[in-house]
């Protein structure tokens, strides 16, 4: 069992809409952080939020830490081709240092 | 500034032969992190090392796997007697002491393929 789920775990979409993935647990993080991983290549960092009720915005990505600290969302506003691709949310629970990876969210924008 | 190194970027191995994977972190980073990627499942730690040491190897599987940060080169993981199981990606990561609890810096992987 994932100690992240990751909700849902595929989505596809026009070009132009809006999106959000979900990253759900029953456990308490210190720190949660989102990746972009394209095909072929390792997971690159999007964000890391440190505090509930945190929301810190990249661009047209919005990326929100639940006040509890149990549960993250990311949403893209007006998604365009190039934001293809898979989501990681990945948390480091209190006092470890090991991150927990949800299974990812595969996202494709068609043009 | 060089990135996470990984190589080879491809590597396919016979059941029962040996795979040794390499790492090289980015300069001035001395944590070392590898973590496995099957498909659908995300990313799975494995081991985390620092300069000559391994400071946590829970996620390794107890045998045929050993990884290894000398003083001098890159870091190794390496697989005895790889059985068609070991098929994955596998990432390495680097952070910089006094900031592992931040996001790390991955390499782009090592695909193993065993035949």
């Known amino acids: 069992t994932q100690l992240l789920e990751q909700s849902p775990q595929f989505l596809s979409i026009q070009e132009g809409e809006n999106l959000t993935v979900y990253c759900n647990s029953s456990s308490v993080f210190s720190s949660l952080q989102w990746y972009r991983q394209e095909p072929g290549e390792g997971p690159v960092l999007l964000v890391t939020v440190v505090t509930g009720g945190e929301v810190k915005k990249l661009k047209r990505l919005t990326f929100q830490f639940g006040d509890a600290r149990k549960d993250s969302s990311l949403h893209i506003t007006a998604a365009q081709p190039g934001d293809t691709g898979l989501y990681l949310c990945a948390g480091r629970q209190p006092n470890d240092y090991k991150l927990s990876f949800g299974a990812g969210t595969t996202v494709t924008v068609r043009a | 500034n060089a990135g996470v190194m990984q190589n080879p970027r491809h590597l396919v191995r016979r059941r029962g032969q040996e795979a040794r994977l390499r790492c090289s972190p980015m300069k001035g980073h001395s944590h070392v992190y590898w973590y496995r990627q099957l498909p659908e499942e995300g990313l799975k730690f494995m081991v985390y090392?620092?300069?000559?040491?391994?400071?946590?190897e829970s996620g390794m599987p107890k045998e045929r796997f050993s990884a290894e940060f000398p003083k001098e080169g890159p870091s190794i993981l390496r697989i005895q007697q790889v059985v068609r199981g070991d098929s994955a990606a596998y990432f390495c990561a680097s952070s910089p002491p006094g900031q592992i609890f931040e996001g790390y810096t991955f390499g782009s992987g090592t695909r193993l393929t065993v035949v």
């Open positions: 090392l620092q300069k000559e040491n391994i400071i946590d």
